[in-house]
Every structure is written in C-alpha cells, then in structure tokens.
C-alpha cells in the first residue's frame, strides 16, 4: 500500500512539473495580458516570455503568430521582452504584417538573434515602438525597422552594419550617436529620419551608401571618421543641419549630388590628397558634369584641400565645375 502510495504521489510531482513547463498557449498569453495591471501606450503591459518558442516567423503556425494573436486579442499595450525565447536560427524575420504589432510599445529581441531583418516589409509594421533593445544584434538587415515611425532609440550595442533600409522613415528616430563598432553603412540605410541629430559617425566607418542619410534635417557633423573611403551619391542631400564639415585623406569616392540641397553648407575641407574619385549613382545615370557633389549648397559655399593639390582638384572630373570655390589650406 505504502509503495502504490509512492508511486502516486511520484506521478503527481510529474504532473505538475510537466504543467508548470508546458509551452505557453495563446489563450495562455492573452489570460497573462488581460490580467495584468497597465496596458495603456504610456503604462503598457510587462511581458515577458522566457523559454517560449518563436518557430518560423514567416509561418501562421509559429509562436510568433501566436504571440501576435494572443497581443491582438487582449486588446492592451505591451512592452514586449523576448529576450528568453527560443529560435530555430539566429535571424528575428518579422516580414509578415500582422494583427498585434501595432500593440507593442517596446521590445527586447532574443538573445539569439544577431540579425533583424524584414525583407518584404511594407509600411504597416511596428508603428508604436519607441524603443528596441538587440543585445546580439550585429547586423539590422533589409528593411529591418522600415516606416518604425514612433521609434526614437535603440539600444545595438554589437551592431557592426546596416543593410538596405533599415532605418528608413523611422522620423521620430532621434538618436545623437550610433553604435560604437558600427563600420558600414548601407544604401537607404536612414533615408528621411529628420528628427537624427547626430553630431559624429563612429571611428571604423568605411562606406556610407546612396542616399543613407538623405533628408535627415537635423544632423549636426562636423567631422567624418579617418578610415571612410567612400560617401555615396545623394548621402547627404537635404541636410540642412550642415554647416561646416571636413572630410579625411582615406576618402577616394564621392558621390554624385552627395550633400545637394545641404542650404547651409559654407565650409568643406577635404584632406584627401588626391581629388576623390567623383561618381555617379547606381540607381540613376548622371553625366560627368552633373555630378554636382555641392549642389544647391550656401552660395559662399568654400572648399580647402591640400595646399599641394589646388590645381589636381581644380582640373579633377566632377571637382572643375567647383574651381572657383577651391583653396589651399
């Protein structure tokens, strides 16, 4: 009798540990959501999910569709903490739009992601996130938080490159600095985040891509990395924020219409000893002589390079139309 006794009260400790470890249901998340405290934009839900498996987020039958049923459902605000969840690779793909999304407020990635990405992603995508943590995130991929319009930070402390996109249209972005190791800088990459101020671009960046920082308003450069070599067509055009730049002796390309529009443009030292290579963009065909790097810049607008390399300048393809601008330092 004793030993049946045993036995039962054994199967009963497994029972309930088998409970206790059960995958998180829908209905189990959307019980955890309703009954919280909060759920408001300024006071949101705390969710936390550890141990809870994402699956293929390109598939309705994941978790992830789960987890955006379940959020969508409830009917409240979230701050959505997944760095504890389970994934099948180390890529958070988030392409699908989806009911639930526009819930989130915040959202920490799981730790095993290294990328973000969101490759097919229109415009109806994470509307109400302001802030995103990736402790792992080493690349933001395409159109990783496109048209993301509240977000105003992130926090990418490993992040080392930015594809196609990924911070395109994010216009409440309003970060002063961005990662530390950063060192490429992708075409698109924060096309018209007009509220960006950012008054320095990190040590190791190498390439800044076509139109990366376009209509980004507020910047306030006023130096650019030593290791950059090239700045891409229509980088910085419409930055009205630019006053006074210079630009280091690696640089060897500069892009058709690079800071066209910049109004308030009046000072460009360049300490490039040869006349960086003036080029046209990929995406569209400009003529030798409309590359126009300064286009539309102050009308006093100045322009020093090296004492020695006046006149290579003033006779480079792209750099003769600003002849009467350049300088000696």
Known sequence: MKRIFGILIFLAILVSFACKNAPMTKADIEATIVNSAGGTKEDPVQLSLKGFSLGDMRSKDSGWFSLLDAIEAAGKYVSLDLSGCKMPTDTFDHRANHAGKDKVVSLSLPDAATIIQAPSSSYQTFVNIKYVRGSNISYTGKN??????????????????????????????????????????????????????????????????????????????????????????????????????????????????????????????????????????????????????????????????????????????????????????
């Open 144 to 329: 990783a938080l496109l048209a993301w319009e509240s977000l105003e930070n992130v926090d990418f402390p490993k992040l080392n490159a930015t594809g196609h996109g990924s911070f395109e249209f994010c216009r409440s972005f309003n970060s002063t600095s961005l990662p530390e190791k950063i060192n490429y800088i992708d075409d698109f990459s924060f096309l018209g985040c007009r509220s960006l101020t950012l008054t320095s671009i990190p040590d190791g960046v190498t390439h800044i891509g076509y139109t990366a920082f376009r209509k980004c308003e507020r910047l306030a450069l006023t130096s650019f990395p030593a290791e950059l070599k090239l700045i891409g067509p229509n980088a910085f055009e419409d930055c009205i924020g630019l006053e006074e730049i210079a630009l280091p002796a690696a640089l060897t390309s500069l892009g058709a219409y690079a800071f066209k529009g910049c109004t308030n443009l009046r000072t460009v030292t360049i300490n490039a000893i040869t006349p960086p290579k003036a080029g046209a963009s990929t995406y569209i065909k400009v003529e030798p002589e409309k590359w126009e790097m300064f286009a539309n810049t102050h009308p006093d607008l100045k322009i020093k390079v090296p004492a020695n390399s006046v006149q290579a300048y003033k006779e480079a393809e792209g750099w003769r139309e600003y002849a009467d601008k350049i300088s000696g330092m």
